[in-house]
């Protein structure tokens, strides 16, 4: 089962930032799948792993470095 996670910033875009994000996440086998950015003041990346163990550690190194994370929550 696949399990996924939710991180929201404050607009405006930040393409270097989600790159970070990006290379984070991977080393969880994580993969940002979709970016919604038709939000009214923030930008939201979501990012499937393939398990719910990786993508917990992925939420934690990511809330400790300052993000906003919703989930993990299966997928």
Same mark, same amino acid.
């Given at each position: 089962? @696949?399990?996924?996670?939710?991180?929201y910033?404050?607009?405006?875009?930040?393409l270097?930032?989600? /790159?970070?994000? =990006?290379?984070? +996440?991977?080393?969880? #086998?994580?993969?940002? @799948?979709?970016?919604?950015? #038709?939000?009214?003041?923030? +930008?939201?990346?979501?990012?499937?792993?393939?398990?719910?163990?990786?993508?917990?550690?992925? @939420?934690? /190194?990511? =809330?400790? %470095?300052? /993000?906003? +994370?919703?989930g993990? %929550? #299966?997928?």
């Open positions: 089962m @696949t399990a996924m996670i939710e991180i910033y404050k607009k405006p875009e930040d270097r930032r989600e /790159e970070l994000t =990006r290379e984070k +996440v991977a080393t969880y #086998d994580g993969e940002i @799948t979709y970016r919604e950015i #038709d939000l009214p003041d923030s +930008v939201c990346l979501t990012v499937e792993f393939p398990d719910w163990e990786r993508a917990e550690q992925a @939420t934690t /190194e990511l =809330r400790n %470095s300052g /993000e906003h +994370v919703e993990p %929550s #299966d997928y």
